[in-house]
């Protein structure tokens, strides 16, 4: 098993919902968690919790990627994880999409785990080691009725990610990919908590404890995929 004492862990999206739920459960397995989200306050409020740094930032801005790892490297002076994790979408026909959209979707889901990998890679290939952990979806392996651009999005972070995966490897690299199905966030302003979402989807938890799986792996494991849905949703 790899021991998270004291890894230092980059969680991108981690003011609320699935990258919230990574933050405090590294936190509670030790690891310094460097908590990533644009909204200052929700970080703020994360960080009273798991004491460790929190950096208001855009990733789909490159200059605000690269600020991140050097806050990280000049505060800790280490780097072991980087959790991509940031999302967002939108649902509908195709025809009603705005391209201003289509373009958000893109610049955060894709745009911004391109530039986290980008700003870290350098920095583990010095180590010869590392680990990226990238929060794709279950529709980044199907299509779907209103899909067509959050969709788009997830099977070009998975496109991403799985090249990516091929490129670090000798490297020492890790990267895994983990596949939800519904999960119970904010997602696509949506409310969490309801009684009735309790049977149809997954917890935040639930996909934290993924990703503690595949960070914990032994050196020598890599779990490329790990893909988990709640038992009521068809797959
Ligand atoms: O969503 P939500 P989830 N730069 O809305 C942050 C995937 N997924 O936890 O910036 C930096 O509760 C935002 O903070 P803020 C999904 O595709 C979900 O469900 O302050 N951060 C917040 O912390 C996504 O990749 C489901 O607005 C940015 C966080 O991202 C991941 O899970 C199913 C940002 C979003 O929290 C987490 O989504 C599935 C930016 N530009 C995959 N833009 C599901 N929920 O059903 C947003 O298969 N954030």
Redesign the pocket.
């Known amino acids: 098993m790899t021991d998270l004492t004291d890894q230092v862990a980059i969680v991108?999206?981690?003011?609320?919902?699935?990258?919230?739920a990574i933050a405090l459960l590294l936190a509670l397995q030790g690891a310094k968690v460097v908590a990533?989200?644009?909204?200052a306050e929700?970080l703020e409020e994360l960080n009273a919790k798991t004491q460790g740094l929190a950096i208001p930032?855009?990733?789909?801005d490159e200059a605000d990627a690269q600020h991140i790892v050097n806050e990280t490297l000049s505060r800790y002076g280490r780097l072991d994880m980087l959790i991509c994790?940031?999302?967002?979408?939108s649902f509908g026909l195709l025809e009603h999409f705005e391209a201003a959209e289509w373009d958000q979707m893109f610049?955060?889901?894709v745009k911004?785990t391109f530039l986290l990998c980008k700003a870290v890679v350098p920095h583990f290939k010095a180590q010869g080691r590392g680990h990226i952990v990238g929060?794709?979806?279950?529709?980044s392996r199907r299509t779907f009725e209103h899909g067509t651009a959050y969709g788009a999005t997830?099977y070009a972070q998975d496109a991403l990610l799985g090249s990516l995966r091929k490129e670090v490897r000798p490297h020492g690299i890790k990267v895994s990919t983990i596949?939800?199905?519904?999960?119970?966030?904010?997602?696509n302003d949506s409310k969490p908590g309801s009684a009735a979402a309790e049977k149809t989807?997954l917890r935040?938890s639930d996909v934290a404890q993924a990703v503690r799986y595949v960070l914990e792996a032994p050196a020598h494991v890599v779990v490329d995929e790990l893909m988990l849905h709640p038992v009521s949703q068809e797959w």
């Open positions: 991108t999206g981690a003011s609320r919902g699935i990258g919230r990533v989200a644009r909204t929700e930032a855009d990733v789909a994790n940031a999302g967002v979408g610049a955060v889901n911004g929060i794709a979806s279950d529709v997830k596949y939800p199905g519904m999960v119970d966030t904010y997602f989807h935040p």
